[in-house]
């Protein structure tokens, strides 16, 4: 059974930092593509950022480029999210996703509340 879970999130002020950590289980870490995706309120599921399965390459939403950073530690099975410039903006609740691409996640965790206070 894939488990995801997340954690890191919490209350920041605009322009702070945080980093999100998903711990994965369940399945082969290096078989499945695995990002972070975001959902504010009264909007849709977004793709934050992912990594392939394919290539391994990594791949930014627009709202993420150049202030997120996305990385992996296959030897914890657990990929992180360094955000950075932290705007109002990103409030949402912010989701790890697995699957057999970035496009379609099979799998989410319960998800992890990042607010950012203006």
């Known amino acids: 059974e894939v488990q995801l879970v997340e954690s890191g999130g919490g209350l920041v002020q605009a322009g702070g930092s945080l980093r999100l950590s998903c711990a994965a289980s369940?399945?082969?870490?290096?078989?499945?593509?695995i990002g972070w995706f975001r959902q504010a309120p009264g909007k849709e599921r977004e793709g934050v950022s992912c990594i392939s399965s394919s290539d391994g390459s990594t791949y930014y939403g627009d709202s993420a480029k150049g202030r997120f950073t996305m990385s992996r530690d296959n030897a914890k099975n657990t990929v992180y999210l360094q955000m950075n410039s932290l705007k109002p903006g990103d409030t949402a609740v912010y989701y790890c996703?697995?699957?057999?691409?970035?496009?379609?996640?099979?799998?989410y965790g319960q998800g992890t509340q990042v607010t950012v206070s203006s």
């Open positions: 369940g399945f082969t870490f290096d078989d499945y593509a």
């Open positions: 996703g697995a699957g057999s691409s970035c496009e379609a996640p099979s799998s």
